[in-house]
């Protein structure tokens, strides 16, 4: 008969960051510990609470399941003499099994009679495996970080305080340190923090929810989000939307109630993102806006427990963000004193890196990388470029950025507007911090996107010189993500950049700073270019030996090299698409070593050589135009005139002919096709059948 399991791990509170991961590796981890025991289960489930983690696990097997072990020995031959009687090679066999030498079997096996030890494990009561298996998955729960309270070995996010643990009615019975398992909970610690027994899943549940926690998740974030908009409408407003704090505010209460505050009307003067950093991400309030996104003189939070005056907790909120607001006035009030080009001297007190210099002289430096992509992509920009890229990090000593650090940029577009800097410049200032996530915005103006790459390659160029260099677990200085920043950037502005002439640039700038050579520099980047771009257009669904192909040859322009991809992604659906690519991987291990040279079609000594020759020249100088204007498509159809031919040649021709004038000329057709070719692919490099 099945039963229920039923665990829960009451705690101090546990920081929200760390819940909604734990409650998916218990899971996985439950789900790998029944299997690995061959206990079989139905639903599992999990819920929690800054307080307590819960697991509840459907239909149990009451025991495990038995287990047939099987270990094939000896062949017969060698296990039992001619009279049939066991040899000391059976004898020793069956010892080393556990079994008497009767017991043993003879089996036919692929290598013959061979004997055989079978033995039927009965399965243990899962309730004793519990008792071991709940105190060691306990304890496998990984969290971000960990501690040890008291005198205790025991790890775990915040310290255990009880531990309820139920199989069908009955505890399972086990100690963690001082902490004897049972079958009492305990409800939100202000409102009804009385233990109380549980009996079963059900049980608990409605009991639970008489002592005020709502343990389920799901069910206080919709709670939540009804409240807010109940709260938010009760002003003629709407609340301004945010997942991440609905999710990180869902796990900081048991029992949520919604508080509706206000502020005064006069800090709505300072910027949008002034206001709402100093609410949703120091305060964890919700603005409200009106229906045209504009903020409200109104915030709402939540709370953790039913005020018993309302008034009370909203006047001590509200005192809270008037502080808070007064401050940030304050500070916007004093940056302004300050023209923006006046804080750069202050930069050079700014330890950037101390391999790597200071803020000022990174400033100096991508200023300089900046201004060389604007004279290769829009030369007619190059004075705002400079600009942006000259006051882009000036806010960084502003007492609003010291402040508040999510507000760096935007602050530096807000007081470039103020002091009178062009509104493009303005905006680029802030742009060029993006994008800031995967799959985040990314600049709009040119300014923005140059400065942008420029920054981000002077970063992952000066670390990589010296020898800061990401490894599988650890990327503290994020070059992965500003890698695919500039990888998304050139992309989203279609941008005919090279970016190994980039490279070359950044690598002759910080020629002061390097601790490696140049060409080792140089060649590492690029290659963790190459990686990031690999594995972006991979996860987006290219398939792997298109991509491989493709950027086999190096990646340089990302623009064409994504055009080549998509391309090739279309023409693998073309009949001619795997001949070709099977034809010409034979025509890479024949050229192998082969140094290539001119044709002379005199010496062609069959019609298959002279057909294919002719019809290279036919088709080479269109497809190579179609290449030169980034017509991949167009380029490919037209060297898929080459399928028969080439077929027909390796059909009808000898390549290595004995004759070696014979031989090198047909090596040098192969060759110049193999040349048009890699214009856009390795088509060796392409999955075949053959």
């Given at each position: 008969?099945a039963k229920?399991?039923?665990l829960?791990?009451g705690?101090?509170?546990i920081?929200a ?13 439950i ?7 061959r206990?079989?289960h139905?639903r599992?489930k999990?819920?929690?609470?800054p ?6 696990v459907?239909?149990v ?16 031959k060698?296990?039992?003499d001619e009279?049939?009687?066991?040899t000391k090679?059976?004898?020793g ?9 009767s ?11 061979q004997i055989?030890?079978r033995?039927k ?9 519990l ?15 960990s501690?040890r ?10 310290p255990?305080?009880?531990i309820?643990?139920l199989?069908?009615d009955e505890?399972?019975?086990f100690?963690?340190e001082?902490?004897a ?14 233990p109380?027994?549980v009996n079963g899943?059900e ?11 709502v343990?389920?998740p799901?069910?206080?974030k919709?709670?939540?989000s ?5 709260a938010?409408g009760?002003?003629?407003g ?5 997942e991440d704090?609905?999710?990180?505010v ?7 109630s919604v508080v509706l505050?206000?502020f005064?009307?006069?800090?709505l ?6 206001l ?6 120091h305060?964890?309030y ?17 709370n ?6 309302p008034?009370?907790?909203?006047r001590g ?7 808070r607001?007064a ?5 916007f009030e004093e940056?302004q004193?300050?023209?923006l080009?006046?804080?750069?001297e202050d930069?050079?007190?700014v ?5 790597l210099?200071t803020s000022?002289?990174?400033i100096?430096r ?9 004279e ?8 705002q470029?400079d600009r ?6 000036a806010d960084?000593e502003?007492?609003?950025v ?6 760096q940029?935007?602050m530096?577009r807000e ?8 509104p493009?410049?303005a905006?680029a ?5 993006l994008p800031?996530s995967a799959g985040?915005n990314l600049?709009e103006?040119?300014?923005g996107?140059i400065?942008s790459?420029?920054d981000k ?5 000066g ?6 260099i ?5 990327d ?5 993500r500003q890698a695919l ?13 090279e ?8 690598i002759s700038i910080?020629a ?16 963790f270019?190459?990686?990031?771009f690999?594995?972006?257009l991979?996860s987006?669904g290219y ?6 192909s493709?950027?086999s040859?190096?990646v ?12 090739m992604e279309?023409?693998k659906?073309?009949?001619d698409?795997?001949?070709?690519a ?7 291990n024949?050229?192998?070593d082969f140094e290539?040279?001119?044709i002379?079609p005199s010496?062609f000594?069959s019609?298959?050589?002279?057909n ?6 036919d088709?080479r ?11 991949y498509?167009?380029?490919l ?5 080459l399928?028969?031919p080439?077929?027909?040649?390796f059909?009808?021709?000898m390549?290595m ?7 090198f000329?047909r ?6 096709i193999?040349?048009?070719f890699?214009?856009?692919?390795d088509f ?7």
């Amino acid at each position: 008969m099945a039963k229920e399991l039923l665990l829960e791990i009451g705690t101090e509170e546990i920081p929200a960051a760390f819940l909604p991961k734990a409650l998916k590796d218990m899971e996985q981890n439950i789900t790998r510990e029944f299997s690995e025991n061959r206990i079989g289960h139905g639903r599992i489930k999990t819920m929690g609470t800054p307080r307590r983690l819960l697991l509840s696990v459907r239909d149990v097997d009451e025991r495990q399941e038995d287990q047939l072990l099987e270990k094939i020995g000896p062949s017969t031959k060698v296990a039992f003499d001619e009279s049939g009687k066991p040899t000391k090679a059976a004898i020793g066999f069956a010892r080393g099994q556990g079994i008497d030498v009767s017991d043993l079997e003879q089996i036919e096996t692929p290598k013959g009679q061979q004997i055989c030890s079978r033995k039927k494990i009965i399965g243990e009561d899962t309730k004793t495996i519990l008792t071991d298996l709940l105190p060691r998955f306990i304890l496998a729960i990984p969290f971000r970080k960990s501690m040890r309270w008291m005198d205790m070995d025991v790890r775990f996010a915040r310290p255990v305080h009880w531990i309820l643990a139920l199989f069908g009615d009955e505890v399972v019975p086990f100690n963690m340190e001082n902490i004897a398992s049972g079958n009492i909970s305990h409800g939100h610690r202000f409102m009804a923090p009385e233990p109380f027994e549980v009996n079963g899943f059900e049980d608990y549940l409605e009991k639970i929810k008489g002592h005020f926690v709502v343990v389920d998740p799901v069910k206080r974030k919709n709670i939540i989000s009804d409240e807010l908009k109940n709260a938010a409408g009760n002003v003629n407003g709407f609340v301004l939307e945010n997942e991440d704090l609905l999710e990180e505010v869902s796990f900081l209460v048991e029992y949520p109630s919604v508080v509706l505050g206000s502020f005064d009307r006069e800090y709505l003067a300072l910027p949008k993102e002034v206001l709402t950093t100093a609410m949703m991400k120091h305060q964890k309030y919700f603005p409200v806006v009106d229906t045209h996104g504009n903020l409200l003189p109104y915030f709402i939070t939540i709370n953790n427990t039913l005020a018993r005056d309302p008034s009370v907790v909203t006047r001590g909120n509200e005192k809270v963000i008037r502080a808070r607001l007064a401050d940030a006035r304050f500070f916007f009030e004093e940056d302004q004193k300050t023209p923006l080009e006046n804080r750069l001297e202050d930069l050079k007190d700014v330890i950037f890196h101390t391999l790597l210099g200071t803020s000022y002289e990174k400033i100096m430096r991508f200023k300089d990388l900046a201004s060389y992509i604007a004279e290769k992509i829009k030369p007619q920009i190059a004075q705002q470029v400079d600009r942006v890229a000259l006051l882009c990090k000036a806010d960084l000593e502003t007492l609003m950025v010291c402040e508040f650090a999510e507000l760096q940029g935007i602050m530096g577009r807000e007081y470039a507007l103020i002091q009178g800097e062009e509104p493009i410049v303005a905006k680029a200032i802030y742009e060029h911090y993006l994008p800031v996530s995967a799959g985040g915005n990314l600049p709009e103006t040119d300014e923005g996107s140059i400065v942008s790459i420029a920054d981000k390659m002077d970063t992952i160029t000066g670390c990589f010189g010296v020898g800061l260099i990401p490894t599988g677990t650890a990327d503290p200085y994020a070059l992965r993500r500003q890698a695919l920043g500039i990888i998304n950037v050139v992309i989203d502005r279609d941008y005919c950049l090279e970016l190994d002439k980039l490279a070359d640039k950044s690598i002759s700038i910080l020629a002061g700073r390097l601790k490696r050579t140049p060409e080792e520099t140089k060649s590492d980047v690029m290659n963790f270019l190459k990686g990031r771009f690999e594995n972006q257009l991979i996860s987006r669904g290219y398939s792997y030996d298109v991509v491989d192909s493709v950027l086999s040859g190096g990646v340089s322009d990302i623009v064409q090299s994504l055009k080549r991809i998509e391309s090739m992604e279309t023409f693998k659906k073309h009949p001619d698409f795997e001949p070709l690519a099977i034809a010409f991987k034979r025509v890479v291990n024949i050229l192998k070593d082969f140094e290539g040279g001119s044709i002379d079609p005199s010496v062609f000594d069959s019609s298959s050589e002279d057909n294919l020759y002719h019809t290279l020249i036919d088709i080479r100088e269109t497809a190579n135009e179609c290449i030169d204007k980034g017509r991949y498509s167009d380029a490919l159809s037209e060297m898929a005139t080459l399928r028969k031919p080439v077929d027909s040649f390796f059909d009808e021709v000898m390549v290595m002919a004995e004759d070696e004038k014979i031989r090198f000329n047909r090596l040098s057709l192969l060759e110049e096709i193999s040349k048009l070719f890699h214009r856009i692919a390795d088509f060796s490099r392409i999955v075949t059948s053959v």
